[in-house]
Structures are given as C-alpha cells and as structure tokens.
C-alpha cells in the first residue's frame, strides 16, 4: 500500500509526459475519444430505444393507418387499449398468466430454498455430487426430456391445462436451486455456526439465520421464476395449445396476429399489455434484479 | 463416581451418533422435493426417453420395440432433419458470437461511461425484459416490408430494404438482430465483470509503456475470460434449443396462424429457413405424435448437450468457489 501511494503519483504523470509531449494534445485527444465514444452510445441508444418508441406509436394508432407510411397516430386511438379486451378473452388469459407464474414461483420458493440451503450451508457426503446433477438438468434442453414427461401428465389427464407447468416447481426447479445456493453461499458460516452452538437446528438455522440475510437473493430467483413462467412460450405450445381457455397471455398473443389479420394497431397494444408488468416489477426490484444477473454470471 | 464417569463417557459417545443421526434426516428432510423432483422430472425421463427412442409409440397404444429403425430412418430419410440441423447449426455458429460480441462491446462503452450510467445501462438492458414472444410480434411488424417503420427509414436515406422475415435469405438475420436487441442480461454479466478488473492493473500496464489496445488484450481480455467463456457456452445451450423466437417469427410473419394449431402450420415459414431442429423434435412427437422417432431425436440432441455441458462443466469448476479451495 505505502509503495503505491508513494510511487503513483510522481511516476503516472512523469510517464504521461513522456509519451505525449503537451498536456493540450492530450486534452484534445481525450476529448476526441469521449466525443466518439458518446456519438456511438448515442447512435447506438437511439437504435435500442427505438423499437419500443415505434411499438408504442404504433399501439395508437387505426388498423388502417399501421398500413401507411405515417409514424405518428392521427388521431390518438387510446382505446386499441380497451378494444384488444374485447376481441380476445384478453382479461382470461392474463389471470392464467398470474395464476402460472405466481403458483409457480412460490411453489419453487417452498421447495427449492430448503435445497439450496442444505447445498450451501451443511457438508453431507454426495452434496458435490448432487450439485453436478443440478447443474446438467439446469442446462440440459427441456426438449431432451420433454416426451417422457408428457406422457406423465397425459396419463393424469392433466394436459390441456397449465399444472403440467406448475405443479413441477413444488418439487424443486433445478435453476432457481443453483441461483438460492449461490446467494447462500456469500453469507459467512459463522453465522450458521454460532446459531447452531445457540441451539438451533437447522430448521432453524434457515428460518432464523439464513432467509432473513439472503432476502435480496430470494427475491432475485423468485422475480427470475415469475419472469420465465410470465414469458414461457414452450410450455403453454405444449400442453394448452389445443384450449384457449387455458392460455396465457404470452402464448395468446404469439397467435393473435393470425387470427385477426393485419390489425397492427391492435397488435402492438397488446405486445404493450403483455411487456409492461414486467418492466413494472423490473423498476420496483431493480437493484435485486441486476445483482442476480451478475451472479449467475460471475459465480458461474 | 467411576460409574458415572462411563456413563458419561458413554453418553458422550451416543449423543454425537444420535445428533449425527438426527442432523442426517434433517439434511434429508431439507433436499427431499428436490431429490424427488430430479428423479421424476430428470432422470426417469431421460431414461425413458432411451427406452421410447427404440419403440414405435403414439400415446394411444403402448411402445412398441423395434430396435434401431428409428434412428435408421432419422440419418438416412427424414426429409426435414438435415435442414432442421443445418439452420440450428447457423444460429449457433453467427447468433451466439454476435450477440455476445454486440454485448461486449456496449458493456464496454458502459464502463467507461462516467456520467448517466444508470440511465444508459437502463436503457440497454431494458429490451432484454421484454417477453419473448411480444419482442419477436413487434420484430416482425417493424421489419415488414411493405410498410414497416425499418423500411420506411431505409427508403428515407434512399435504400430498398429486404424483405426480412419474409425471405428465407433474410430471415435468421433479422433474428440475429432481435438477438442483439435482447442480449441485456449478457451485457450486465460482462459489465460486472469489467468494473471488477483491478484499476491497480490498468496502471500498471500503463508504467509499462502499453497502449490502449495492449491494455485490452493483456489486461481487460485476462481478468473477464472465465466470464465470456461461460456466456458463449451458456448461447450456445441456447442456440441448439432455439425454439420460441423462430416459431413465433414463422407463425407471425406468414400471418396464418390458427387457434389451436400450434406451430405445425407455417413450419420454418419462409421456406423452411426458421426450421429449427427442437422444432421439427416438437412436430413429429407433438403434432404428427410419432412420440418414438421424436425420442430418438431428443436422444440426438442429449448426446450433442452432454458434449457441451461435458466441456462447460470442466471450465465451470474452476470458478466455482469450491474449485477455488
């Protein structure tokens, strides 16, 4: 520490010097590099907002004017808000899309938060093991296994609705496991330990010790397992797709363009609809929300 | 006295068994549903799936054994397979590179930005929230070649657009695009991860006389290695599963989707160039129900996964923080 406070500041500019004869060349220099640098974030900014813009320009507008040149709505037609309601059982398919991710999510909350933390907090013999087998169904295809898993459900009668998708997460979901442990595995032992000398289980080691310093943590798996059953394409494909009753919203609207022709204005009203409690709860939870995305990153 | 002290010792001795014991069953209590879920939603089917593969089966009837014809018939005649493999093959080999390289360099430009950080870093990753399916809709209407908003602005600077979607030539592309689009969570991982290089270092390499692009390629390229691996292994999982974005883009851009139909109506719209291979798995097994030649496919693509999991697993131990001790 001392030979870096000592050394640094006499070398950095002595070097600096060095290689760039004026401090004004280098000021213009390092102006040109920011300018550059912002016109391409800017450029660049705009390019990645667009779309959004444009989607939503287009939500106001008539069907007929979505088919012009235009981009602005002439006039304002607020209500592709309330008429996309009335010409799908809109309102159905968000309440299956709640009912999903919600159940979803605190199911794989009950089920997964005691696994995750054996897996973090308690050495038992076969727990590296375990966790290898959780990492290849983390990553293995759902398709590999899809079939098999069909055929369960069929024979309970229960495709066609949505608790194929469901029901699983109250026997763990093998991502949200991987994601729990890794949380739980940045709070020190120590404080495992020292409630386990106060005479705790383990029970009560988690429930008393551990959920309440990994909160940020669980609120990040359960956000990413409302966001994945909120945007599931695949799992809706495979079992609702024959009964609209049962659809979410997301699969709904992969289908609503073919259905009502070029209804553009209508569309996009709806892409909207489907976008913005997601984005609401991503503003509400920002910061849980990005640190869990570093950590299934960094740690692996 | 020496009486108690055996009893003592003794009871020292059974206690920790009996703790041990107990603190065992609670282990076990704790990783039960979990235990459970990975055997019923994990291992079973993926033996079963072994087992369908060599079988003939349609859900009505049970599987019928005949050995290897199902995978004589899927190297030597499926009609779609060879196409369906090749346009998986293609988004693994240019949408996962550059998607990551688009989130390298944003996340880059990220870094060192010094003022609004938040809100251009809100703004980058903001697409990546958007669902799936409602990113791929507005693709499509954005992109569509008659009067779509990319068109419009192509025409104004005097450019005849593609027909995007609609060309079986321009349709991954324009996925690729999306791809870039949404690559938010990726930008976020490498711009941690960037933030996260020691500034001791860049000064260091600075002492020594290194130039801007020497500092990218010794420093900043070293330090962020293990987590670029880990974002190209993990694009590609998702690549050889890449399903919903060239389904929907398929049902949407052909506009003839119908209730109920799933996605068998428009396969691979245009011109089979979305076809993908999870796809055509999901149409013989759910659409045709040839539920054992669409096994013998998902054994194909285990053996493919295993691969790279295999290869992902070795690098993964090594940050880890048990492959760390």
Redesign the interface.
Known sequence: MTSATLTKPPAAPAKRQGRIPTPRSLRSRRVLAWIAEHIVLVALGILFAAPIVFVFLTSLMSSEQTLTASIWPQPFQWDNYVKVFTTVPLLQWFGNSALYAILATVFMLVSSVPAAYALAKIKFRGSGALFTVIIIAMLLPPQVTAIPIYVMWSQLNLTGTLWPLILPNLLGDAFSIFLLRQFFLTIPSEYADAARIDGNGEFGVLWRVVLPMAKPGIAATAIFMFFNSWNDYYGPLLYTSENPAAWPVAYGLASFRGVHGTDWGLTMAMTMLVTIPVVLIFFFAQRVFVEGITLTGVKG | MTSTAIREGRAARVRPSRART???L??L???T??????V???V???I??VY?SFTRFD?VSSPQWIGLRNYQYLFTQDPNVWQATLNTLWFVVIWVPVKVAFALL?AG?LA??KRASGF?R??????A??????S???????FNP??G?VN?VLKFFGIQGPLWFNDPAWSKPSLVLLGV?VMG??M???L??LL?VSK?QY?AA??D?ANGLQKVRYVTMPSIAP?LL??VV?GV?AA??Y??EA??AS??AS?????????SNNLGYPDGSLLTY?QW??VR??GTYQ?GY??AL??L??VV??VI?IL??RR?KA????GAQ
């Open positions: 107990k603190r065992k609670v282990t209590a704790l990783l549903p979990a235990l459970l879920g990975l019923i939603f994990f079973y089917p993926l079963a799936s369908y859900l944003i430009l060192r930005a251009w809100t703004l980058f990753y903001l697409p929230l958007v669902p799936p399916v409602a791929v809709v507005a693709f499509v209407f954005l008659g009067t908003p419009q689009w969570d990726i976020i991982i490498f941690a991860a996260d001791e000064e600075s002492l006389g987590v880990f974002s993990t999982i050889i599963q399903f919903t389904a929907v049902g949407v506009g003839k989707a119908v209730i109920g139909e799933g996605i999870t798995l999901y097994g759910f539920l669409a096994s998902a054994v693509l285990f996964a295993a999991l992902l697993l993964f940050f880890t923080p048990e």
